[in-house]
């Protein structure tokens, strides 16, 4: 397999130099030999490292579950400050995220009557508080609560029972998550009283996933809550014997709004220090567990493709910008923030990538460089094929926290990780520290210093430019 894609980046590269214009040509971007031969030997170096897990351990057990707002928010903040220092980054500081502040403090439900017994939820995140104690009306999926006619639902709860599907890519989450963000506001126009939701999750444990949930403007919100996996198929089973009632006690809600950080450490450039390849992950967490694989692990390992980077003898020519960034998990905050600080600064934006898919190996690069960037691309990606990655050109798309100056007309590169058993862990208590492999992430260590390195290195850009129409981010 190797051997056939090596013939096709071949063949992708010599097409980038013969096939287009004079004019084409004269732009086009390569990486010069010399930064190849170096990035090889950081590869080699990456994978016989152990910092990144060294790192991603010194977070999830000194600081933990870090939710956004919360005390250990600060203390996070604090920590990435002291590592980027630690680290010996030649500049770190921060700039501020403010968001509203959600909190959970306590939350339990169980089935009363005959059949009495307690269930296993978590509050949806932005849900207010609540005890709701009625009948449960169970929705195969999230189209057939969409379509509850208008007052059909009150006085009870709703509960829709879809079963997210396992993918490599994540596919099966794109569902799930609409069921966790639109579901709410459904149950509501259908007259609910609080709603219920099989988690958005692949594994078969008693650990409910949480997330963000919102509610559609005009609306009063209700309880909102999602079942582990176990727990949606005893209630299903439950149902399938007869009206059952459940008690649901949330006590949750916002609490005013907060100030965190975007904490930013630098390898400066050697000759184009103003110009930066972006990477980095986000360094809140849900409250579950400890945030190793969502996402102390993309923090740990862009934090130490950084540092490897950092003491190479020559630096590259352009700046390596590392980001732990603020408040993803509630609105992609910290990156919003970003974005619209450095707005004005797109073009200076050499490429950015973000790590936010757990620990997993990587098995593809793609990237949104235009025609005349493609050579490059293809050298980037032949570089990373010792590692066992794929070149996937055309397919994916930016991070979550890169999204925002993406729409702005940064360019993008996707490190595809594999996450076949990502959303196992994630947003549950079963999120800790031990659930990381740590030879697959020091291959992803090696994936990022590689990348970051040549798009540093190139000669020409990768096609960041400002948008003419930016398009609102959601």
Same mark, same amino acid.
């Given at each position: 397999?190797?051997?056939?894609?090596?013939?096709?980046?071949?063949?992708?590269?010599?097409?980038?130099?013969?096939?287009?214009?004079?004019?084409?040509?004269?732009?086009?971007?390569?990486?010069?030999?010399?930064?190849?031969?170096?990035?090889?030997?950081?590869?080699?170096?990456?994978?016989?490292?152990?910092?990144?897990?060294?790192?991603?351990?010194?977070?999830? *057990?000194?600081?933990?579950?870090?939710?956004?707002?919360?005390?250990?928010?600060?203390?996070?903040?604090?920590?990435?400050?002291?590592?980027?220092?630690?680290?010996?980054?030649?500049?770190?500081?921060?700039?501020?995220?403010?968001?509203?502040?959600?909190?959970?403090?306590?939350?339990?439900?169980?089935?009363?009557?005959?059949?009495?017994?307690?269930?296993?939820?978590?509050?949806?995140?932005?849900?207010?508080?609540? *005890?709701?104690?009625?009948?449960?009306?169970?929705?195969?999926?999230?189209?057939?609560?969409?379509?509850?006619?208008?007052?059909?639902?009150?006085?009870?709860?709703?509960?829709?029972?879809?079963?997210?599907?396992?993918?490599?890519?994540?596919?099966?989450?794109?569902?799930?998550?609409?069921?966790?963000?639109?579901?709410?506001?459904?149950?509501?126009?259908?007259?609910?009283?609080?709603?219920?939701?099989?988690?958005?999750?692949?594994?078969?444990?008693?650990?409910?996933?949480?997330?963000?949930?919102?509610?559609?403007?005009?609306?009063?919100?209700?309880?909102?809550?999602?079942?582990?996996?176990?727990?949606?198929?005893?209630?299903?089973?439950?149902?399938?014997?007869?009206?059952?009632?459940?008690?649901?006690?949330?006590?949750?809600?916002?609490?005013?709004?907060?100030?965190?950080?975007?904490?930013?450490?630098?390898?400066?450039?050697?000759?184009?220090?103003?110009?930066?390849?972006?990477?980095?992950?986000?360094?809140?967490?849900?409250?579950?567990?400890?945030?190793?694989?969502?996402?102390?692990?993309?923090?740990?390992?862009?934090?130490?493709?950084?540092?490897?980077?950092?003491?190479?003898?020559?630096?590259?020519?352009?700046?390596?910008?590392?980001?732990?960034?603020?408040?993803?998990?509630?609105?992609?905050?910290?990156?919003?923030?970003?974005?619209?600080?450095?707005?004005?600064?797109?073009?200076?934006?050499?490429?950015?990538?973000?790590?936010?898919?757990?620990?997993?190996?990587?098995?593809?690069?793609?990237?949104?460089?235009?025609?005349?960037?493609?050579?490059?691309?293809?050298?980037?990606?032949?570089?990373?094929?010792?590692?066992?990655?794929?070149?996937?050109?055309?397919?994916?798309?930016?991070?979550?926290?890169?999204?925002?100056?993406?729409?702005?007309?940064?360019?993008?590169?996707?490190?595809?990780?594999?996450?076949?058993?990502?959303?196992?862990?994630?947003? *549950?208590?079963?999120?800790?520290?031990?659930?990381?492999?740590?030879?697959?992430?020091?291959?992803?260590?090696?994936?990022?210093?590689?990348?970051?390195?040549?798009?540093?290195?190139?000669?020409?850009?990768?096609?960041?430019?400002?948008?003419?129409?930016?398009?609102?981010?959601?």
């Amino acid at each position: 397999m190797r051997a056939t894609l090596s013939v096709a980046i071949a063949t992708l590269l010599s097409v980038a130099v013969l096939g287009g214009s004079v004019d084409a040509a004269q732009r086009e971007t390569r990486i010069p030999d010399q930064a190849i031969a170096t990035a090889a030997q950081l590869r080699e170096t990456a994978l016989a490292s152990d910092l990144a897990y060294r790192i991603t351990e010194s977070l999830t *057990t000194e600081v933990g579950p870090r939710l956004a707002g919360s005390e250990a928010d600060a203390r996070a903040v604090a920590w990435a400050v002291a590592k980027f220092k630690e680290l010996g980054f030649d500049k770190v500081w921060t700039e501020p995220v403010t968001f509203p502040k959600w909190e959970r403090r306590s939350e339990s439900a169980r089935v009363v009557g005959a059949n009495a017994q307690p269930l296993h939820l978590t509050a949806l995140g932005g849900s207010p508080a609540g *005890t709701v104690e009625a009948e449960v009306v169970r929705f195969a999926d999230l189209a057939a609560l969409e379509a509850a006619a208008p007052g059909s639902l009150t006085g009870k709860i709703a509960f829709i029972d879809y079963r997210m599907e396992r993918a490599r890519d994540g596919a099966g989450y794109g569902p799930g998550s609409r069921v966790r963000s639109r579901g709410p506001s459904a149950a509501i126009r259908a007259g609910a009283s609080a709603f219920l939701m099989r988690s958005a999750g692949t594994d078969s444990h008693r650990n409910p996933h949480t997330g963000i949930t919102r509610f559609d403007e005009g609306l009063t919100p209700i309880p909102s809550a999602a079942l582990s996996v176990p727990d949606a198929d005893q209630l299903t089973r439950l149902l399938s014997r007869g009206p059952t009632k459940v008690r649901v006690s949330l006590d949750c809600g916002w609490d005013g709004t907060y100030t965190s950080q975007n904490v930013i450490g630098e390898i400066r450039g050697s000759r184009k220090p103003n110009e930066v390849v972006v990477i980095g992950g986000h360094l809140d967490s849900w409250d579950l567990g400890t945030g190793a694989i969502d996402d102390g692990a993309g923090v740990g390992l862009t934090m130490a493709a950084g540092k490897l980077i950092g003491q190479l003898k020559q630096r590259p020519a352009r700046t390596i910008r590392v980001v732990a960034f603020a408040n993803e998990e509630q609105g992609l905050h910290g990156g919003k923030a970003y974005a619209a600080k450095y707005a004005g600064e797109v073009a200076k934006h050499q490429l950015a990538a973000e790590s936010d898919f757990g620990a997993g190996r990587i098995y593809a690069y793609s990237s949104s460089a235009p025609d005349y960037a493609k050579t490059a691309d293809a050298q980037i990606a032949q570089a990373l094929a010792p590692l066992g990655i794929e070149y996937a050109p055309g397919e994916g798309g930016p991070g979550p926290d890169i999204g925002p100056i993406a729409q702005k007309g940064a360019a993008w590169a996707r490190l595809a990780q594999d996450g076949t058993d990502y959303f196992d862990l994630h947003h *549950t208590p079963d999120d800790t520290f031990d659930k990381i492999d740590p030879q697959a992430l020091a291959q992803n260590v090696a994936a990022y210093a590689v990348f970051a390195y040549l798009a540093a290195s190139a000669e020409g850009d990768f096609g960041s430019r400002p948008s003419a129409t930016p398009t609102k981010t959601e």
